[in-house]
């Protein structure tokens, strides 16, 4: 089945710093790739999201980037602020279900 | 949050006790999702329903009993729990033409 690993597990940043978080996949199949980010007390919400026939995507201060070949996708925030602290997952669909990565945890200091 | 609910909110239980978590979704979704969010590890799916059919079961033991007696409402009923099954259960909620999954705010169980 599908194995996503995401990295780094926690992110410490300024405020108005960018800030990069990685995910890997296995399964070449794999073609819908969602970002969640999950505040504290509250359930995962969807933040971004790309299709394999996609190579970036962006919205606002959020971007996605995909390499099919290498197998990795990355979000990308910009002029991070503080309420942009929270856990973001990254996701992969393979044939039918969605699997998730371990999360990061990013820390916006003002 | 008013697109996918859940109740209760928070559920501490004895390991003899009953319990039902209950999740209704308002988006006119035909698929619900639940999954078990525990610490320092990704969201495990455990079951699958598309147009009140179970498609998935991810080796959920038994203790755990799913219901969804229509697309808008998804059960999970609890029975002689684990400590270890104490973590954040999650409903989610897709439209078949979509990928995109909708989720709930969750149920933080807490088995004694």
Known sequence: ??????????LSVQEGDSAVIKCTYSD???NYFPWYKQELGKGPQLIID????VGEKKDQRIAVTLNKTAKHFSLHITETQPEDSAVYFCAARGYSTLTFGKGTMLLVSP | ETGVTQTPRHLVMGMTNKKSLKC????????MYWYKQSAK???ELMFVY????QTENNSVPSRFSPECPNSSHLFLHLHTLQPEDSALYLCASRDDSSYEQYFGPGTRLTVT
């Open chain 2, 24 to 31: 209704e979704q308002h988006l006119g979704h035909n698929a």
């Open chain 1, 28 to 30: 070449s199949a794999s």
């Open chain 1, 1 to 10: 089945g599908e194995n996503v690993e995401q990295h780094p597990s926690t």
């Open chain 2, 41 to 43: 590890k990704p969201l």
């Open chain 2, 50 to 53: 598309n147009f009140k059919e």
């Open chain 1, 50 to 53: 790309i299709r394999s026939n």
